[in-house]
């Protein structure tokens, strides 16, 4: 939901509101919104961060500027603030200017907000996939060993089409937020929390991960 926005001059303005909602339901376990509890407290003077978009992208690669409002005025879920940060990019935009918005354009806010402890642990906490996953967006198989560190959950993630000589090569793998993963199938959630050594493949028929009995655990750790 973008939308053109002008000055109260009626002067055009180069820019439009991102929904944060939206950006939130293309990545939910990576990208925070404010609950419904901590939009439901803002009041006037309370500061709120809105995405303001450039219609076009700027000469030096930039897309948009996320910045402070102070809210002045609210009716429902429509707000007016001024906008409390100076523009480093966007010179269609300047400290003082009044914006109007909706609740589904506020991004973050100051107030304490307890679900964002939960999208912390989304991003604290780390997996490891194969690169594979990252370009088709999808696993299908899971292992998870003993973590190295209060961060590591000890869990790899594999496409399934690698073969043995991709995942030899270390470099055909990288270390992501555990967010990333659930953004792509968040089914895995209960098994987050299994013993090591563990291992999960996806049923074909199905598309529900079940435990691999017969996985050799042996060979495995004699090749790492």
Known sequence: MKQVHFQESGDFMAWTLDSAVERHKEAPYT???PSDEVLDRLQAGDLVKLIFMAEETLDNGCEAERMWVKIVERNASDFRGELVNHPVYLDSLQYGDMIR?????ICSTQLEDPHAKEMDDYYNYKVIVSKDVLEREQFNFMMKDEPNNEHDTGWT???GYE???YNADSTNFQVVSLGVVLNMDDSIIPYLDAEPPSA?????ESGKFVFVEDY???AYYSES
């Open 216 to 218: 050799d655990w042996d």
């Open 200 to 204: 999960y493949e996806r049923d074909v």
């Open 101 to 105: 918005f909706n609740a589904v354009h």
């Open 163 to 165: 073969d043995d000589d």
């Open 31 to 33: 990208f925070y919104i």
């Open 157 to 159: 993630f594999f496409s």
